[in-house]
């Protein structure tokens, strides 16, 4: 089997890319396939791949690409994935700029891929639709803007995957800097990770999911968050569905994103934010603040993906494709 290795920009390892028509169906089988991929992968190569990706050109008229991924990448293996797809021309190329339309089939969500080819890479902006416009108070696992967790107030949001954030001045950090800083990990993520912990046996599996993540914000520039995410192998910065999680909180009256954007004056549907790895904006449709209000869309520019090559899996050689993403039989 042909797979394909890409790596998005703020990710520490590559994702994974895999013709989704040449795997097995969805079962135990599947599961085994991706398995025997990855560990594959990591031993051959030497190269521990964050996520695996699996995409098809659409058989939907509405859509460019369908999307499903082995575990919520957040954004990260969405975009590498896109750049695979491009790499193997599934996508219009005739212009430098071209927009991709995606079925992530995991989520039911439509997403928007805008890619510029202008430059030495390829840049990317993701914009997700919601099929039906999110309540932002369905947005708040815990059905309130802040919750009291281990002795601090957290605001717990989830509009992709659940994340804890935490006012950084409540942790004793006052200045983006040693917010930034190395020894912060050391001295602080012990306690990002206690938070997340806690929240997770106060509300349960069956209100927030599997995989908390947690991060510290702070406010200290104008209109711009500052976020330090937990270190999470991998990642060096939020990604995109990330992105949009925090941004999301950040328009949710009362949470602790929400009161940190308003003190320094940040726009309601726009959300600049620094992070140890760089800045990123984050657009939203909302109709307000308050929990009756809605989210539509969500966009994140820019990312950057750079196109690692194909690699050949050995243990799947009967699950045959091309380097060019063309099928061939099974033998």
Do not use: K
């Not at 929240?199 to 711009?224: C, E, F, K, M, S």
């Amino acid at each position: 089997m042909i797979g394909h290795l890409s790596h998005p920009g703020g990710s520490t390892r590559p994702a994974l890319v895999l013709d989704r028509r040449v795997l097995p169906p969805d079962g135990r089988e599947l599961d085994e396939a991706l398995l025997i991929a990855r560990t594959w992968v990591a031993d051959t190569y030497r190269v521990p791949v964050s996520a695996i990706a699996m995409i098809e050109p659409s058989r939907d008229p509405r859509f460019d690409l369908d999307y499903r991924s082995e575990r919520h990448g957040g954004g990260h293996a969405l975009l590498a994935a896109v750049a695979v797809a491009d790499r193997l021309a599934w996508l219009s190329r005739d212009r430098p700029a071209s927009r991709a339309r995606i079925n992530v089939l995991d989520t039911g969500h439509r997403v928007l891929c805008e890619l510029d080819r202008s430059g030495t890479g390829t840049g990317f902006g993701l914009e997700f639709a919601y099929r039906r416009p999110r309540r932002l108070g369905d947005l708040l696992p815990s059905g309130s803007a802040l919750l009291p967790v281990d002795g601090m107030e957290v605001s717990l949001v989830s509009a992709g995957r659940p994340y804890l954030f935490v006012d950084a001045a409540d942790l004793g950090v006052h200045d983006q800097r040693e917010l930034f800083a190395d020894a912060f990990t050391a001295r602080l993520g012990w306690r990002l990770a206690q938070l997340a912990r806690a929240a997770a046996r106060l509300l349960g599996p069956a209100r927030i999911g599997t995989g908390l993540r947690a991060a510290a914000v702070g406010q200290y520039q104008y209109r711009r968050l500052a976020v330090r995410p937990l270190p999470v192998p991998g990642d060096r910065m939020l990604t995109p569905g990330d992105t949009t999680t925090l941004a999301a909180a950040a328009a949710i009256d009362g949470t602790v994103p929400y009161r940190l954007a308003r003190r320094g004056w940040s726009r309601l549907d726009e959300l600049v934010i620094d992070t140890p790895a760089g800045t990123t904006v984050a657009r939203l449709s909302v109709s307000g603040s308050g929990a009756d209000d809605t989210l539509s869309r969500a966009g994140v520019r820019r990312s950057t993906v750079r196109y690692c090559g194909p690699v050949v899996i050995e243990p799947l050689r009967h699950l045959l494709g091309t380097p060019d993403g063309r099928l061939c039989r099974r033998r």
